[in-house]
């Protein structure tokens, strides 16, 4: 006779999977019972461990090996949030000095993404340079420090799966693509500060502070004085997704959604949009057909945690999307790094509430001064372009103390 090995699982909020004896393997993404696959013979041993964590969050089994006598249902698989470690990784000081950790200098660092080596790219705001740091922290810059600059305020940026660059030139209201060797070639935009579709350089830009790509290398950009979110196709045909002129707050389909003046944009694997609506302190939601929902926040300004609708930010800037539909975000106003559920809960992970600073340490150990860009790479480490520290935090998750 065979007997199946199950138990119950609490406190999930990611993909967790679990092993039984070294083979089977079993993956849950909520809470519940659940049972293995593969039966055993009865008196096999059974020993039930984690394969895989979720993202920021730590898994302990208990009731976890014994002997398949009858059907087992008494694992117990207990789960809760992991600690945020911040670090510094590079810079510290203001400058534009090349070099490793800190002695590397950045002015007032805005836009991050990373890029396939586990590296990141590093729109350096106040220098108008796009920097590169490596994986052990050695920072060089490869755009933007050449005759004829070709940046008039360089904001945010995101990479695509060639490790290119694509920046968002505010002031200049244009779309920039950066090669890995360093090569600068326009996208879309000519300069002149509206909001007009066309194809390339025949439309036209108002304020872009945020750029995101998705898999299929469609850019989508967020207008700081515009208040909508544009898209740009492999072809070059930009394109309004959402929102509309004047800037306000309203939730809907296209040109009925308003967005306030925002910072900050992600995507998600699905293709959503998650936007930093800074003055009107809430994450918005789009999705590829531009609906545009609110994901988090009430609009009144603070550090309140807690589920989506009474969650409160202040002046939220930058946002990154894990692989689990997790979302982060740089809370500007109060310098602190938030954590959003799919199902819309709010956490802070580290930081001080008006206390702006540059400590390391764990959670509420540590401080930022007033962070705006964010982004996570694969393995769930989150790097934070602390802009007024003029300092990229490295942020990994910890067992709680």
Not at 102 to 112: C, E, Q, V
Not at 120 to 146: C, H, M, Q, Y
Not at 208 to 216: E, I
Not at 314 to 332: K, Q, T
């Amino acid at each position: 006779m065979n007997h199946s090995i199950g138990g119950t699982v609490t406190g999930l909020e990611g993909r967790l999977v679990l092993q039984n004896n070294a083979g089977d393997d079993l993956q849950l993404s909520a809470d519940g019972k659940f049972t293995f696959a593969t039966t055993l013979a009865e008196g096999s041993d059974y020993k039930v461990s984690i394969r895989t964590q979720p993202l920021w969050q730590f898994c302990t089994v208990t009731q976890d090996t014994g002997k398949a006598s009858a059907d087992v249902s008494d694992v117990t698989v207990a789960c809760s949030a992991a600690a945020a470690k911040v670090e510094t990784f590079a810079g510290g000081t203001p400058g534009a000095a090349d070099g490793k950790g800190t002695a590397a200098s950045f002015l007032l660092p805005y836009g991050i993404a990373p890029t396939k080596d586990g590296g990141l790219l590093i729109g350096d705001w106040g220098n108008n340079f796009v920097r590169k740091i490596s994986p052990e922290a050695d920072v060089i810059t490869i755009a933007g420090d050449g005759p004829n600059p070709p940046f008039v305020d360089l904001a945010g940026l995101t990479v695509d799966a060639t490790d290119t660059a694509f920046v968002a030139d505010a002031q200049g209201h244009r779309i920039f693509r950066v090669t890995p060797t360093g090569n600068v070639s326009l996208v879309a935009g000519n300069g002149t500060k509206t909001t007009t579709d066309g194809n390339g350089a025949g439309a036209t830009f108002n304020a872009p502070t945020s750029v995101a790509v998705d898999a299929a290398g469609n850019l989508y950009v967020l207008e700081y004085d515009g208040g909508v979110v544009r898209k740009i196709d492999p072809a070059l045909n930009v394109t309004t997704l959402a929102g509309s002129s004047p800037r306000g707050f309203a939730n809907g389909t296209g040109t009925a959604a308003k967005f306030g003046r925002g910072y900050g944009i992600a995507i998600d694997a699905s293709g959503n949009l998650y936007v930093a609506d800074s003055s009107n302190h809430r994450i918005r939601k789009v999705t590829p057909t531009g609906v545009v929902t609110t994901f988090a926040g009430t609009g009144t300004p603070g550090a309140t945690d807690g589920p989506w609708d009474s969650a409160t930010f202040s002046d939220p800037r930058g946002v990154a999307v894990d692989a689990h539909g997790n979302v982060y975000v740089a809370d500007f106003g109060t310098s602190l790094l938030r954590r959003i559920t799919p199902a819309g809960v709010v956490s802070t992970l580290a930081g001080q509430e008006g206390t702006p600073g540059r400590q390391d340490g764990i959670g509420k150990a540590a401080t930022f001064n007033q962070p705006q860009g964010l982004t996570i790479n694969a393995a769930g480490t989150l790097y934070v372009a602390d802009t007024f520290g003029n300092v990229i935090r490295k942020v990994t998750p910890v067992r709680a103390p």
